[in-house]
């Protein structure tokens, strides 16, 4: 296999989960980009949370502007998606899956110590602002469960153990820094 | 000679450490002065192999695997570098390996040998031979084709996929008509579609086109989860190179005919499996089910004339168009004809994919194939065909994976998911689970699935508190009926069939 660079996408190689500092320019030049695709409101949404981190609210009345829609309904898009968010997450973004292969593989367990280990909840950002832990169901990697997601890579087979590894080598580079 | 070296480039090896299992290969080559060429080659499905490294040194395909990161300098020690045997973790001939030996591979022929993205190994390996064929056919002599095959549609519902064809190509031609892929993928237990994507996406680019001339369909949208990355930028790398060669676009294998494809990111939300919310979805909309009828194949996206097709679906065309369709349709019994990708997840020693002709027994694949629970205790409980469907306690494994059979003990095939569960699980939980898992993915549209799941959970929680479990039982049974009877779609529809499944044969587990 080898593969040619993705284009289209801008990306922040500083941080896995985007830029987080916005100006309405962003998002006038996503949507100039996107908007004459049929049906170019979830793409756009995408590219928004792919560049900043997350869908700035105050950018739902832009993107209503240029697609002569309500921010009613912008909003009820954004809003009816599990993938978008509306808040800056964390420096990474660490998804649990929690559907019945992993379940069956010890998931449960998994999950209550993932929580307990960065003691916050679902949809919750840690107090470093390292990690936002969201729920996920199906990874697609059910035979060799149980599966998380971490930015863009999935690791499987994951132990409590295997996962304190990971969030230590995930934390590390920051913490050398202070 | 130069020593090829096959590393996969899947998820599930990705996930397991591929990308530094083929570093440390290159790197200690590199250090031993061996020629050797590192080749990323899809997954054969054997996942609980993963990584799973071929030595191609002159004498076939010498396996090893399980490799994680931490095996490769003994491997390297004991001779991977030669393919040579010795090591606990080699398998020797991988084609040889009774796993796929005993399969019936049409759909998967290719994966795990080719390179995804090579335009020439997919045409060596009988790649774009189907495509090449329907551009010199009438319309109506490939939809007659895929008639012959009796191919169903793979992704649950299991509907004739030349009846919806044979209506979208009924439909007036001087108007615009879509081929949308549903790869959205959502049930547990599935990942049968991402292989195709991940391992053989020419495979699915050529059953549209060849849809595509069917119908007269000239735009095909791919509508994959956003769970699947991996699989997202094998298909734009894939659809960029078959439009180089000459296989999507403005003339499609000098057809003289035009099919241009893109990919669109689904954004977390199951019922956008569901074809018409994800046909919404498409639009930029919410994703609210849809009344039927009208039929997406007379009115679909953007209101025109739409083929909605499983991944599977479509990746069995080009099988059916090279070599005709009776040639798949010899496989399989009574209306279920073709072969079945199974694939077998959760607690199995050995998970992974297996295709084979429709009518093997449930029992024969958990145990031949599966050999027994990873963990090692007995098993108690298995949910076929994604979390809309029934658990099937032991006395019903003898049932054989055909649409009819399945059907008649109230269960499904479904997309061919099979989870397994040991004797530690407690089916009462999956019984809330399964009401639960409505409650986060409920399109909202209708109150018995909105407000049912809400209610169920509830139900559930107080029976297996022991509230009044009688009274609530009853209820439990009632809510059940509700929600089967009063939902616009399956997903209200059929999250009672697990739950029903629980009450009906592991009672005990549901009283907590
Ligand atoms: C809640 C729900 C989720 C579904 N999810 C999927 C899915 O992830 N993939 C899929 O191919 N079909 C899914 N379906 C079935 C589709 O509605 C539709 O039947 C299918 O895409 C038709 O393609 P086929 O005929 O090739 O199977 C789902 C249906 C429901 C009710
Ligand atoms: S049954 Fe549920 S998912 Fe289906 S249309 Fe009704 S509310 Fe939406
Ligand atoms: S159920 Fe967890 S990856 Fe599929
Ligand atoms: S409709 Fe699903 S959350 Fe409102």
Redesign the pocket.
Known sequence: MHMSAQSGQPLNPGSSTGSMEWNPDMIRSIVSDLKAKPGSLLPILHAIQDWIGFIPPDAVPLIAEALQQTRAEVHGVISFYHHFRTTPPGSHVVQVCRAEACQAMGGRALEQHVRQRLAVDYHQTTADREITLEPVYCLGNCACAPSIRVDDSIHGRMTPEKFDRLTEQLTTSTLELK | MTTKIYVPCDTTALSLGADQVAQLIEQQAAEQGGDIEVIRNGSRGLCWLEPLVEVDAGQGRVAYGPVEPHDVAGLVAAGLLEGKSGHDLWLGNIEDHPYLERQQRLTFARIGITDPLSVDDYRAHGGFDGLARAAGMEPQGIVDEVKTSGLR???????P?AI?WQTVHDQPWQQQKYIVC?A????SGSFADRLVMECDPFMLIEGMAIAGLAVGATQGYIYLRSEYPVAQKMLNEAIARAEAAGYLGGNVCDSGRAFHLEVRLGAGA??C???TSLLESLEGKRGLVRAKPPLPAIVGLFGQPTV????L?LAAVPFILAQGGEAYANYGLGRSRGTLPVQLAGNIRRGGLIELAFGVSLKALLEDFGGGTATGRPMKAVQVGGP?MAYLPESQWDTPMDYEAFAAIGAGVG?GGVVVFDDSVDMGEQARFAMEFCTVESCGKCTPCRIGSVRGVEVIDRIRAGENREANLGLLEDLCETMVDGSL???GGMTPFPVQSVMKHFPDDLAG
């Open positions: 549609g793979r992704g649950g519902a299991a509907f996929t919806k549903n959205d993928e959502g049930d199951y019922i499996g569901e074809e909605v097709n499983n991944v679906s809309l997309h779609c399956a997903m």
